[in-house]
Every structure is written in structure tokens, then in C-alpha cells.
């Protein structure tokens, strides 16, 4: 994707990368009571990792600054799904997984149909010139009145009050937004439809993700400060 805006991302580096910051989730999840940062270790060493190698690769700030984002963008976030599937434990870390999921799903749904038939105000014309504020609110809305349904049905696992349900929805559902807009943005600056062929007309892996690579991580912070 970044290749037609005659980016050069270094593949070695984000295998490289990626591969330490799943080591480092692993070693996060086998390793609870230890007090080393794993994640945070895996974190500086590869951004040590990314300067030197621009440093002894003609020392392009450019690159190292789009293989950073790139590295934080897609590792990073990703290994927020794996420490949130055994959060708190591993019995309910399904359930705790599917929350973010579920809402992110209705939000997508809600905002487009909503945006579709009452949509009028334009919420970000420069990046997406479909998605309307109507739309967004939809979207706020219908993730809350799924979530009601859902955690009515887990109830036993997860007993929360509407109060709660509410603030999760806005939040996840704001992030979801937010992380569709980006990956929007991206695709707007590199002069692309969709961020690739790996899905027969769906696009690529970040279209489907490019949501839940924000909320996933967000319900992970909500749970590690309020549980």
C-alpha cells in the first residue's frame, strides 16, 4: 500500500519487530505476577532496532518514521488481542474478547445505515466523504442496545449496570470510529481503495481489523485499570 506513494518499508524489520512483540505478549500472559515489563522491554528494543538500522541505511527519517508507524500500527496493537483473550483469566478472557468485537460490529452496522437514510453533516469530508455525524451517532447508539442485549445474556460472567454499558459503548464505539478514520486516512494518502487483495472484495486484513485494532487495546486499558 505504501509502495504507490514510493514508501519503502523494511519487511525484515516489521517480521523482526513483530515476531519480538509476540514473544513478548506470550511472556506477558505466561509470566502475570513478574514485574518485568515484557511488552515495554519488547517496545525499546525495537525502536533501538528501527534507529540503527536507518542509521546504516543512509539515514532516511522518512522510512524509519513510516516503519515505526507501521511497526506500532500493526504489532503493537495486534498483541493487545491476545493479552485481552485471557483477561482477567483464561474461563472468561473469551467473553472479555467478544465485547470489543461485538460492539465494534453493531457500531459499523449502526453507522452506516443510520448514515445512509438520515445521514446530512459531513463528519470528516477530507478523509471519508461518506461517514456523517448522524451516522456516528447511529453507530454510539446501536452499539450500546446490542451490548444491553449481549451482557443480559452473560450476565452471570459480567453483571453490568446500564450506567457502565453506556460509558463502554461511547468509548469503544468513538475508538472504532476513529480507528476506521485512520486506516481512511492512510488509504486516502497512499491513493488507494482498499489496503489490499487478500480478501476477494472485501480489500485487505486492515480493512476487517482496522476497528478493532484501536478498541481491542482500549478495552484492555479499561479492564487492567478498573478490575
Request: net charge neutral; with cysteine.
Amino acid at each position: 500500500m505504501f509502495s504507490r506513494r514510493g514508501v519503502k518499508l523494511s519487511r525484515s524489520f516489521l517480521l523482526t519487530s513483530g515476531a519480538l512483540t509476540l514473544a513478548a505478549s506470550v511472556l506477558s500472559l505466561n509470566m502475570f505476577d513478574s514485574p518485568v515489563p515484557w511488552r515495554e522491554i519488547a517496545l525499546g528494543l525495537v525502536i533501538l532496532y528501527a534507529f540503527g538500522q536507518a542509521l546504516f541505511s543512509g539515514a532516511d527519517i522518512s522510512t524509519l518514521s513510516f516503519n515505526l508507524m507501521a511497526y506500532l500500527y500493526v504489532p503493537w496493537m495486534l498483541g493487545y488481542f491476545i493479552l485481552l483473550r485471557y483477561s482477567p483469566n483464561e474461563s472468561l478472557g473469551i467473553v472479555t474478547l467478544s465485547l470489543p468485537i461485538i460492539a465494534t460490529f453493531a457500531t459499523d452496522i449502526g453507522a452506516f445505515f443510520v448514515g445512509r437514510y438520515l445521514g446530512k453533516h459531513k463528519l470528516a469530508p477530507t478523509v471519508s466523504p461518506n461517514k456523517t455525524i448522524e451516522g456516528s451517532i447511529g453507530g454510539i447508539v446501536a452499539a450500546f442496545l446490542v451490548l444491553v442485549g449481549y451482557t443480559w445474556l452473560i450476565q452471570g460472567a459480567f453483571p453490568f449496570g446500564h450506567g457502565e454499558l453506556l460509558l463502554f459503548a461511547l468509548l469503544i464505539s468513538i475508538t472504532a470510529q476513529l480507528g476506521d478514520l485512520t486506516e481512511s486516512m492512510i488509504k486516502r494518502y497512499c491513493g488507494v481503495k482498499d489496503s489490499g487483495e487478500f480478501l476477494p472484495g472485501h480489500g485487505g486484513i486492515l480493512d476487517r481489523l482496522d476497528s478493532l485494532i484501536f478498541t481491542i487495546p482500549l478495552t484492555y486499558y479499561l479492564l487492567v485499570i478498573f478490575t
